[in-house]
């Protein structure tokens, strides 16, 4: 009789053991955008099996959803994906809304058209048609886009950050958080999602977030007033120590942003979703983000550690999982990164649900790596 029972209890702790070794397989997701998905891209799919893919039906360097594409079919991509097997999460790009690939190749400056509203005001005075074909769709859902407040910068002498890609929406600018929650529902209406995914949710400079309403928002809830400070880089602090309104200020615009993205997905209660971190690094900070905050809304969070270094990977990824809590953490990964398998590695031992994929188009060693570690074959 001893002997059964010890049988079953061995039985039981190597279907125990199986389960959990089971459940710890990665997530692997794939982050692509409608207007770069080739022939090739199911071929690959069912070849490689991604568990996710999420695609960014509104990206940051477009106005319109979908690229402004009537020929990219949704549905069918959706339908598709779960024909074999593959969840889709939508993609949102929300907070900065780019114009440099309409303008790059123009004479126009950049600081003074990249923003939305910068242009829009310049399509409506020189090109008519081109101002309806973009703007029509803000208008019809009640949002003027010459009136969308770009985040206004305080430049620091010695350490000025050119606008670059991206120029940031006013988060706080209420007409335009009501206007993304129409084209959320909107996109979902084609063809209900799996889950959803929003990146572009922080400050890109440090020396970001000196409009009125951003002051009174971080003078009403932190007691600093921003007009009278002088922001510094987070390395500057570093190297001379951080006061406490540097502190309170750069907590401030993390919150700040936080509060905004949850007025935006809150909505949305139904639905699983991702928010893009950059984790526990320094410029993460700058930018306005804590990973703290961003676990409290959302269940995954999608770490972009593109570092060439697996140990900072490892070292980044590890303190993610502390700040996150119980929430995903999936490092991503992107084509420039010299050793993905080892940055792969690193992320996985040290915490990480899973990998993503920034792209599809990886070779094909990387693809067959994330197979095997699944214990998934290629047909």
Known sequence: MKKIILFFLFFILIFFLSFKGE????????????????????????????????????????????????????????????????????????????????????????????????????????????????????????LNPEEIPRVKRKPVEGFYVEVGHYSMIDPLYKPYRDFFVKVINETISIAKPDGLAFDHIRFFT??????????DYILRNFGLDVYNYTPKPPFVLDAEGWKEEDRIYYYARAKLIEDSVKDIISKFPEYEKYGTTMGVIKPAIADGQYVELQAEIFDGLLLMAYDDNPTEVARNVKETVVKAGNKKVILGISVIVDYPIENIKAGLDNGASGIYLLGYKFNDRIHEYLLKIRGKNIY
Do not use: Q
Not at 123 to 131: I, M, T, V
Not at 206 to 215: Q, S
């Open 206 to 215: 440090f020396d970001e977030g000196y409009n009125k309403d951003i002051r």
């Open 23 to 142: 459940n710890k397989k990665p997530l692997v997701v794939w982050f692509v955008v409608s207007k770069y998905i080739d022939e090739d891209f199911f071929i690959k799919a069912e070849k490689y099996k991604p568990d996710i893919v999420i695609i960014s039906v509104f990206a940051e360097d477009d106005i319109l959803p979908l690229n402004g594409s009537k020929k990219f079919d949704l549905k069918k991509f959706v339908e598709r994906c779960h024909s074999l097997g593959i969840k889709v999460f939508y993609g949102y790009s929300i907070f900065s809304r780019s114009m440099y690939e309409y303008i790059k190749n123009t004479s126009l400056p950049i600081e003074k058209y990249l923003h939305i509203s910068g242009y829009a005001k310049y399509l409506r005075e020189n090109n008519e048609k081109l101002y309806h074909k973009f703007f029509d769709y803000y208008l019809e859902r009640g």
